[in-house]
Structures are given as structure tokens and as C-alpha cells.
């Protein structure tokens, strides 16, 4: 399903959010992304804003929503949520920045904390005291939420992102366990959609699986966008080329031309609906097959990413709650994050989402929602893997701009649809430098 263009963002015709606009949000443009839910009631009462993102499992929203009434019931501080679309949030984070007004707390995803981090407060302390109680933060945690040698985002969670397969189908081509090469599940892509069973990974507007399908393609075929120094871009390389030569046989060879138009629940709409056998997701599909689709859980498994010639690589949204300077309310903001990050409510949240969300705090790695199915095992070992935007160089501004552009998909997208190797990873590399090149 082709998403909606929203007339407050201008968008260039591969869909990317133009420099002008991404961050110098205009006055009109402001004013049309209403923040009418966080207006305050003026009686002097702490009110915390929350804006976050739509959870594809609504039972996880859900349990922040309780969560928040029994906040509120026991501290005496009203606390709301707002969800909306995924792909919405950097847009809608970069105006409250421009306006100077908006939500008290933001979901940072991956490298928010270094994009916005100008217009969020210190959170060390927070971070800090979750870190003694909770055993430590993981390396992921450490890369979304530290801008130099200061946090500015607590870490939330992690979605862990691993191929999402159809078991059956792929005994029906010869295949007892998932390709452990790309090479070889090109192969096996040919033949499952030779059987009417494509394979399917999102190369539309899709801020969450998009990017986390691509990245570790790239980075798997040895390509990547900067050097070390996280400064000199490098996506113009033989690499780079394997790479978007391996995306475009896939594409022909196992895909349907509607992928290029997904956004984040595309490919969970068609996977419930039977008409595809292979993608990349959080275990959201899984999940909701419980009560959509019982009869598919039973043949729905999960498996990492590939390897390829450089290694087996894999990006997964890691998310930090951030609180604004602009905030009223620091104070409150960050005793509700310290309360909502316990174990007694995190382990609620998480365990309703079954391993659509993992902990970024060591503690919960052992968290009893692993022991709850074997099919999830797989699921546990994904963070070790995990890169983020911009590697091998460090996290930075440029980087998470970069992946919020889409610029890594669009130019495995623009392979797709027919452009040469050489002219689409030439188009990226013009836009690294430009985005790059302003730091």
C-alpha cells in the first residue's frame, strides 16, 4: 500500500525529505503539525507529555497507556501518550525543535540523541543511577544515547530485527533451515517465487524495516557509507557495487514490484495474508498471528541475517526517550522515565510484545518473555550483531540524518527499478557529501 504524502512535508520524488525542510522546518509547516494534545491546562499541575511511535502490536501501546494511569494514581503527575506512524517522528520531532514547543519526552530511534541532541537535556544522572540498579548498559545503549561524553537520551529498547520465514513453504523448495548466505537465499528466493511464494523486503518509506533490511546488506557485501572517521564518505566503492548488483538480482528474481512502495506494515500485512514466505521484521508478525492468523504460527520461524563476503551484520531500531529543553516539567520527566524503565513495569511492557522489544539494560537479558518460546531463541543472539547507521565510523548527526533520508534504500530501490549500479550508488554518494559534508 503506497503511502499517504503528508502536505505539511515536501518530499523529492524518491520519497526523501529534502534538506530545506528536514530540519528548518518553516512557521507554516509548524503551525500545520498541530500540537494541539499538548497544550497545558495552565493550573500549575505537572503534566508530561509523551510522543512516541505506533506500536504495530497495539496491546504493547496499550500497557504504556495503563501504565501511565497508574502513574498518574500513584505520583500524583498526569501523564499522556501520543502514538503516531513511525515514519512521522523524525518530521514531527524536527518541527516541536524548530517551534520550540511540543511534547516534554520524544522517542529518539537509533541516532535521534546525536540528530537532535542540541534541543535535548543531560540525562547522565537518569541513565546513570538505571545503569547501577540494571547491571550495566549495553554497547547499543552506549552508541543511541551518548553525544560525546554526555547522554541525552535514556535508552528504551531495542527492536530486534531477524528474517521472518514461512518454514513450510521453504520445505517445499528444499529447505529444512533458513540460508545461512546471501547467496544461497538468492537462490532459494528464485525458487519460492517460482512456486508463487515471493520473498519481500521493503524499498518504499519505511523509516523501521527499510533501513534495517539494508544496512546489513551493505554492510555484509563490505560497503559502507563513511570511513573510520566517520567523516570521509566511502559508498562509492567495488563493494558498495556488489552489493546493489545483489539487491537488483533479488529484486528480479524473488520480489514483486509492490515492495517498492511499502511502508512499515506492509510486509506484515502481506505476510498474514499468505503472500509472502520471507522478510525482515520484529517478531510483531509472529505475535499478531496469534489471534489473526493462528494457523500460520505454527509455521512461521525466525533466523538471522546472512552472512556475506564481509561478515554476518544486522540493524535494529534502538530507541531513547530524550526530554526537551523546552520542557516545563525536566523534574517530573525524569522520574517517570526512571519509574517506567523498573523491572516491574518494563517486564510488563516487553512481555505483552513477546520479542518485539528487548532490553537495553543487561538485566534483561535475562528476562523471563525469552523463555517463553523456542522460536525467539533466535531473537536473543541479534544484538551482538547489531551495527548502526554510519558504521564503521562512529554514531553521529550525519549518519542519522543519512538513515532518515533514506539514502542507503533509495539506492538500493533506484537498482531495482532498472538504474545502473554505477549511476544510483553515484546519486548516494552526491548525498553523503552534501549531508556529510555540513558537520
Not at 136 to 163: E, F, L, M, R
Not at 233 to 241: D, Q, Y
Not at 255 to 261: G, Q, R
Not at 390 to 409: T, W
Request: net charge positive.
Amino acid at each position: 500500500m503506497r503511502k499517504k504524502k503528508h502536505g505539511s512535508v515536501h518530499t523529492g520524488g524518491d520519497g526523501t525529505i529534502s534538506r530545506r525542510k528536514f530540519l528548518g522546518v518553516t512557521a507554516g509547516a509548524t503551525a500545520a503539525l498541530s500540537f494541539g494534545t499538548f497544550i497545558r491546562s495552565g493550573l500549575g499541575a505537572a503534566k508530561i507529555n509523551v510522543l512516541t511511535w505506533s506500536n504495530t502490536l497495539n496491546a504493547m501501546d496499550d500497557t504504556l497507556r495503563e501504565q501511565a494511569k497508574q502513574y498518574t494514581k500513584e505520583k500524583g503527575v498526569e501523564v499522556s501518550f501520543e502514538f503516531i506512524n513511525q515514519s512521522d517522528l523524525p518530521t514531527k520531532t524536527a518541527a516541536a525543535v524548530e517551534s520550540g514547543a511540543g511534547p516534554d519526552i520524544i522517542t529518539t530511534w537509533s541516532d535521534g540523541a546525536h540528530l537532535f541532541d542540541k534541543a535535548l537535556i543531560d540525562v547522565s544522572d537518569v541513565t546513570g543511577s538505571l545503569g547501577k540498579q540494571l547491571k550495566g548498559w549495553t554497547n547499543i545503549a552506549k552508541d543511541i544515547g551518548i553525544v560525546g561524553k554526555v547522554w541525552k537520551t535514556v535508552p528504551w529498547g531495542i527492536i530486534p530485527i531477524i528474517v521472518v520465514y514461512r518454514s513450510d513453504w521453504l520445505e517445499e523448495v528444499g529447505y529444512r533451515k533458513f540460508p545461512d548466505t546471501y547467496d544461497e537465499m538468492l537462490v532459494m528466493a528464485k525458487k519460492l517465487k517460482d512456486k508463487g511464494h515471493p520473498v519481500g523486503f521493503a524499498l518504499g518509506r519505511a523509516i523501521g524495516d527499510g533501513n534495517q533490511s539494508h544496512y546489513p546488506m551493505l554492510w555484509a557485501f563490505g560497503g559502507a557509507e563513511v570511513k573510520k572517521d566517520g567523516k570521509t564518505v566511502a559508498i562509492n566503492s567495488p563493494e558498495t557495487a556488489k552489493a546493489v548488483d545483489y539487491r537488483r538480482k533479488l529484486y528480479q528474481a524473488g520480489e514483486t514490484e509492490d515492495i517498492l512502495s511499502w511502508d512499515d506494515s506492509s510486509n506484515n500485512r502481506a505476510f498474514l495474508a499468505e503472500a509472502l514466505s520471507v522478510t525482515g521484521n520484529a517478531a510483531s508478525i509472529y505475535w499478531a498471528e496469534q489471534k489473526n492468523a493462528p494457523h500460520l504460527r505454527k509455521v512461521t520461524n525466525h533466523a538471522l541475517w546472512p552472512k556475506g563476503p564481509a561478515g554476518r551484520f544486522g540493524y535494529s531500531t534502538a530507541m531513547g526517550l530524550g526530554i526537551f529543553k523546552f520542557s516545563k516539567f525536566q523534574k517530573e520527566a525524569k522520574a517517570f522515565i526512571t519509574w517506567l524503565i523498573q523491572p516491574k513495569q518494563y517486564s510488563a511492557w516487553i512481555g505483552v510484545g513477546e520479542g518485539q522489544i528487548a532490553g537495553l539494560a543487561n538485566y534483561y537479558e535475562d528476562d523471563p518473555v525469552w523463555k517463553k518460546d523456542s522460536k525467539l531463541e533466535v531473537v536473543r543472539e541479534i544484538p551482538k550483531y547489531v551495527r548502526m547507521p554510519g558504521y564503521p565510523g562512529p554514531p553521529s548527526r550525519p549518519a542519522a540524518e543519512a538513515m532518515v533520508k533514506y539514502v542507503i534504500v533509495n539506492m538500493f530501490a533506484r537498482a531495482a527499478k532498472g538504474m545502473s549500479t554505477a549511476e544510483t550508488i553515484k546519486i548516494a554518494e552526491q548525498e553523503l557529501k552534501e549531508i556529510y559534508g555540513k558537520a
